[in-house]
């Protein structure tokens, strides 16, 4: 303690003839915390956007990576989500029903900009229940509800086409139910239902010539 109070002495005789003189800003206690704050304010929002900029760019690549797929494909997937919304539902399965098919027609027409309608599936054992506009990815597509006398429910799928103009039927892979998908004259078309592949193959057969011949 002594030898503290002897260092404080000798500093005092060594400053004794130095004349009075306001301490320099440099040192200055209030100015140091101020510039510190500073730094800390223009620090905040330069990390913040950062963050934001690493986020936005992680969100980008997932959302890139989430895009939906394009073709067939997205056609199939489209078509199987619509089937596993509407088809199971008992009381309102469809907008309009086959006694309106007419105004269906007219509907669905007026919003794909082409003439579209739900051709009668009664040659292979299926009958119109209704049908809808469902909304896509891709744009509004058409979707058209049928009942087998089992009450087995199919599903025709209608959307236009942007790039491929036209494909062979295929059996497309939607989960644990068959369909198959096919694409003519820019207009896409899906089948869907709880049956066999054979059995799709022949409807969507049937109603590709349907679609195919005038009138």
């Known amino acids: ?44 929002p330069a990390a913040a956007a950062a963050a934001l ?54 509907w669905v027409s007026n919003r794909l900009n082409r003439p579209v309608a ?22 509004p597509a058409a979707m058209f509800l049928y009942e087998s006398g089992q009450g087995v429910r199919l599903m025709l799928f209608v959307r236009p086409m942007t790039v491929v103009r036209s494909t062979p039927i295929a059996q497309v892979d939607i989960g644990n139910i068959d369909g198959c998908a096919w694409i003519d004259r820019g207009v896409g078309y899906s089948v869907v239902a709880a049956e066999p592949y054979a059995r799709l193959l022949e409807v969507s057969g049937h109603v590709r010539q349907l679609l195919r011949t005038p009138g």
């Open 53 to 106: 900029a690493l986020l936005a760019g992680g969100a980008g690549g997932w959302l890139l990576g989430m895009r939906p797929p394009n073709g067939i494909d997205a056609l199939a997937a489209e078509a199987a989500a619509s089937y596993a919304v509407y088809a199971v539902d008992q009381r309102r399965p469809v907008e309009l029903w086959a006694a309106q098919r007419d105004d269906l027609a007219r």
């Open 118 to 139: 739900p051709p009668d599936l009664a040659g292979v054992g299926y009958q119109l229940l209704g049908g809808r506009l469902v909304p896509t990815a891709h744009g």
């Open 1 to 44: 303690m002594k030898a503290y109070e002897a260092q404080r002495n000798h500093l005092r005789e060594a400053f004794a003839g130095q004349p009075e003189a306001p301490l320099a800003s440099s040192l200055n206690l209030a100015r140091l915390v101020e510039e510190r704050l500073a730094r800390r304010r223009v620090a905040w």
